[in-house]
């Protein structure tokens, strides 16, 4: 049981290319979701589901896309990545609205 | 707008004194209570959760107390460890089963010396 895995675990950018990050959870859960930590800064929410095949937007949605395909697996994408977008990213799983279930983060960094 | 404040924003300790960290928040309405230990380069753990009608919940050396009228937690750490180094925060949910009804504080944190 691995819990909730995040890859890449760290990723180096240029202005303008993209990205994919993969979160993958073991424990059956509804909702998954896509934060940023930024220094100083609470969790903020990126996008979340509460289900395979439905996304919703977060507090800072601007700038990335996600998708749901299976319940597995929740990814986030990054269409043309800006140094305003270098940050720690964490996913997380939860059964339905209760204890999230947080991934180790992926440092992503945007030159 | 929903708010949660923590206090302070950083402490220093020496090992097996004890602390004490704050939590002060404007979500409304207010479901949950939780606090989180997060570790660096780790995602955070969730240590206690409260709700409304608790006032006081144990995890080991980990005591959180709420006081939903005044709208505030603690968490209490007793006889600190080297391993209780790390960000604590605090994240309050407002009721719904929606995913976007949690808000996070901005943490403590903490450092425990020899």
């Known amino acids: 049981n691995a819990g909730v895995t995040q890859t890449p675990k760290f990723r180096v950018l240029k202005t303008g290319q993209s990205m994919t990050l993969l979160c993958a959870q073991d424990m059956n859960h509804e909702y998954m979701y896509w934060y940023r930590q930024d220094p100083g800064m609470g969790l903020r929410l990126i996008h979340y589901?509460?289900?395979?095949?439905?996304?919703a937007k977060g507090e800072v949605p601007d700038g990335y896309n996600v998708s749901r395909l299976k319940k597995q697996n929740f990814l986030l994408g990054l269409e043309s990545a800006a140094p305003s977008q270098t940050s720690v990213y964490f996913c997380?799983?939860?059964?339905?609205?209760?204890?999230?279930?947080f991934g180790p983060g992926t440092r992503l960094t945007v030159t | 707008k929903n708010q949660v404040e923590q206090s302070p924003q950083s402490l220093i300790i020496l090992e097996g004194k004890n602390c004490t960290l704050q939590?002060?928040?404007?979500?409304?309405?207010?479901?949950?209570l939780r606090w989180y230990k997060q570790d660096t380069g780790r995602g955070p753990v969730s240590l206690t959760i409260?709700?409304?009608?608790?006032n006081t919940k144990s995890n080991g050396r980990y005591t959180a107390t709420l006081d939903a009228d005044t709208k505030q937690s603690s968490l209490h750490i007793t006889a600190s460890q080297l391993s209780d180094s790390a960000s604590y925060i605090c994240v309050v949910s407002a009721e719904g089963n929606a995913g976007n009804m949690l808000t996070f504080g901005g943490g403590t944190r903490l450092m425990v010396k020899p």
């Open positions: 409260m709700t409304f009608s608790e």
């Open positions: 939590c002060n928040y404007t979500v409304s309405p207010f479901s949950n």
């Open positions: 997380a799983s939860s059964l339905r609205a209760y204890e999230q279930y």
């Open positions: 589901s509460v289900g395979e095949g439905t996304t």
